[in-house]
């Protein structure tokens, strides 16, 4: 069923391709109906408008907050056309036919933990926009809505081609419009929840798809990238593509790791320079040092086999010369927060290596991880911490000079960011310190020392007295003492909290060690 456009109420926030849309309309012969400043807008375009006062008979109220809420308005896009009793009882009341809405709402989102100012955050919670765009959803029998300036061009074209719009095309856009209000409203609730009352116990998480991916974590398994509207700052969502083709399931996983590895140990450190290299969601290389191209070195010195063809994350420009190092070296993508014109049209001529330009992680971005399971969603807050427990448990005989705690501190972010079982071996080496060998993902921890991150450093010259181990969970008996005492590491950090720590502890101290429990435990499952 085809329903002709003879008039059309309009109240948008985003006034972006409005006019061109008006001017279809009014080809058309569509009477336009409008609101305060979209009314005006489009008066100054040279359109006849219809203030909506008209129909409502009120005058705007309030500061605002009063337009368009009204029995004539409500009734005129909720009345069922072709019902006998509601034609009878719209001609008796005099309410007119609204067959288009074009609303899009005060933008309470952008507020979203971005303000501290509660009045501001108020005053951005649309209530007439739900209303009329929930009606028209409502009545889409016979009314057409658009919430969203990107619906304009598919809707001129439909228009063009029907002379009207379709049943089944205004259900599509009903269903667009319900979409909106369902996102609008969970914006408000988690974030005045979150501010009045953080201890509830219902979340709100709302997402809106960024692109279909070409698969998922394989080719037989489709995928879609979302982004997660409740979340403080964009992430990758705000990431720019300089080049390259688009981003892959397992890309945006490996490049959320990469980034966020080495936002953190820049974080920790707040000066020098920061580099992550990133295989299958683990560091593989990390380093953190007093001139950038060092870093780059040590970083991908930290596993050179494992780096070929991984994700690159750097926290300085990429200049010239850091471009040139990536000639004989294959990497799928390279993170930075600019690039220099000159290493731009260096990585012409390497069109497979996506270049993603983006700023540091923030600090603290209070942020959500969620992870689904058969039949159900986890979530809980990301794992932020920086740096081990300020009171630093000494429990050897041993102790650690005081020059080791940065060395300590990037350890523990280095350990955070393997999958448990994690190991890591963290050492200083031409003013840089780095990832010397690593240890992720096996149900054995001593599995993750002897066959992984031992093996690697034992690949290097390195003095393992000299070394820091790091283990992302207590050890469970003294069997891991013993193992570290066979390679001659004399410095080892864990959580603690076993209930044979004692034993433990006995160990390292026959074995000569310094052992330092942080009361913090860092699982990555």
């Known amino acids: 069923?085809?329903?002709?456009?003879?008039?059309?109420?309009i109240s948008v926030t985003d006034k972006s391709h409005l006019i061109p849309l008006a001017q279809v309309l009014i080809d058309k012969g569509v009477k336009l109906i409008s609101t305060g400043g979209t009314a005006k807008a489009l008066m100054a375009a040279g359109f006849p408008v219809t203030?909506?006062?008209?129909?409502?008979?009120n005058p705007e109220a309030f500061g605002g907050r009063m337009k368009s809420i009204s029995f004539q308005v409500a009734s005129g896009l909720l009345f069922r056309r072709g019902h006998a009793q509601d034609e009878l009882e719209a001609?008796?009341?005099?309410?007119?036919?609204?067959?288009?809405?074009?609303?899009?709402?005060?933008?309470?989102?952008?507020?979203?933990?971005?303000?501290?100012?509660?009045?501001?955050?108020v005053e951005e919670i649309d209530i007439g926009g739900p209303l009329m765009i929930r009606a028209g959803a409502k009545n889409y029998h016979s009314v057409a809505v658009l919430t969203d300036p990107s619906q304009y061009e598919k809707f001129i074209q439909h228009v063009s081609n029907h002379f009207g719009t379709t049943l089944e095309f205004r259900r599509t856009l009903a269903c667009e419009a319900f979409d909106r209000i369902a996102r609008y409203d969970a914006a408000i609730a988690e974030e005045l929840g979150s501010r009045f009352n953080p201890e509830r116990k219902d979340?709100?998480?709302?997402?809106?798809?960024?692109?279909?991916?070409?698969?998922?974590?394989?080719?037989?398994?489709?995928?879609?990238?979302?982004?997660?509207?409740?979340?403080q700052t964009p992430g990758l969502g705000g990431v720019k593509i300089i080049q390259g083709k688009e981003l892959s399931?397992?890309?945006?996983?490996?490049?959320?790791?990469?980034?966020?590895?080495?936002?953190?140990?820049?974080?920790?450190?707040?000066?020098?320079?920061?580099?992550?290299?990133?295989?299958?969601?683990?560091?593989?290389?990390?380093?953190?040092g007093t001139t950038a191209f060092n870093t780059l070195i040590e970083a991908w010195n930290g596993d050179e086999i494992s780096s070929f063809g991984g994700i690159v994350a750097l926290s300085f420009e990429v200049d010239l010369k850091t471009a040139e190092f990536f000639d004989e070296r294959f990497i799928e993508i390279l993170m930075a927060p600019s690039f220099s014109n000159e290493a731009r049209n260096y990585f012409t001529k390497k069109k497979n290596v996506r270049l993603l330009e983006l700023p540091l992680r923030n600090r603290v971005s209070s942020e959500k991880t969620l992870r689904s399971f058969h039949g159900g969603v986890l979530m809980q807050d990301e794992d932020e911490a920086l740096a081990a427990s300020t009171t630093h448990l000494i429990k050897t005989q041993k102790l650690f000079s005081e020059n080791q705690y940065h060395l300590i501190n990037f350890g523990v972010l280095a350990c955070k960011h393997l999958k448990s079982n994690g190991i890591a071996l963290v050492g200083e080496h031409n003013d840089t310190i780095s990832l010397i060998g690593a240890g992720m993902g096996q149900p054995n921890r001593l599995d993750s020392l002897h066959l992984l991150a031992a093996y690697r450093a034992k690949k290097k010259d390195v003095n393992f007295e000299q070394?820091?181990?790091?283990?992302?969970?207590?050890?469970?008996?003294?069997d891991s003492i013993e193992a570290a005492d066979k390679y001659g590491i004399k410095f080892i950090v864990q959580p603690g909290g076993s209930i044979r720590d004692k034993e433990v502890i006995q160990k390292a101290d026959e074995c000569g060690m310094a052992m330092l429990f942080t009361g913090e435990r860092h699982f990555r499952h």
């Open 91 to 121: 001609n008796k009341l005099n309410i007119p036919k609204i067959d288009l809405v074009i609303c899009n709402l005060y933008d309470f989102e952008q507020y979203v933990g971005k303000t501290e100012i509660e009045e501001n955050l």
């Open 1 to 9: 069923m085809i329903t002709s456009l003879k008039s059309a109420l």
């Open 51 to 57: 203030p909506v006062e008209e129909l409502t008979g």
């Open 467 to 478: 070394l820091v181990l790091i283990s992302d969970a207590f050890f469970p008996f003294a």
């Open 249 to 288: 399931y397992n890309n945006l996983l490996d490049a959320d790791a990469a980034w966020k590895s080495m936002s953190d140990v820049h974080q920790l450190f707040e000066q020098g320079f920061s580099a992550t290299v990133v295989k299958h969601g683990n560091p593989c290389g990390l380093a953190h």
């Open 203 to 231: 979340k709100f998480v709302t997402l809106s798809k960024v692109q279909e991916l070409r698969y998922g974590e394989n080719p037989h398994q489709k995928g879609s990238w979302y982004q997660w509207n409740n979340a």
